[in-house]
């Protein structure tokens, strides 16, 4: 049987994963409804002292690597190998992007919507390295002999 805290793991990839579906499978684009009121406010951000290269484009790439984070540190944690989880990642942005342009006209399949996608689950499977060592160097050593005080290791 599942730990409790294994069972809220498992329902929150599940939200997580649902969510993304719903994100890459809508029928028109899902930023559509809100490319208006995003437009304003990045004038308005620009008007106020963000450096005015940072548009549209680059937020919309950004977005892309922030929903991918998840999908590279769940599958490097399904599979323990961080590789897979950036590897699966790629796959899975192929697939999506493949999806999209075959069977969702008014969606936009690009390049760089794979290689935003695959940099975000790189820095996922990244993630997931780093928790895996800093967990694994808090755990004992079997090997190293044990001190009760400064004197016995020395």
Sequence with gaps: MNKPHHQIANAATLVYLVGVVLVVFWPTPVDRPASGQLHMILDWLHQHGMPIYIGYNKVEFASNIAMFIPTGYIAATWFKNVGLGVIIGALASCLIELSQCLFLPERYAT??????????????????YVVHRLYRLRLPDPQRPRCRNLDDAL
């Design 111 to 128: 390049g760089l919507d794979v290689l935003a996608n695959t940099i975000g689950a790189g820095i996922g499977a990244a993630l997931y």
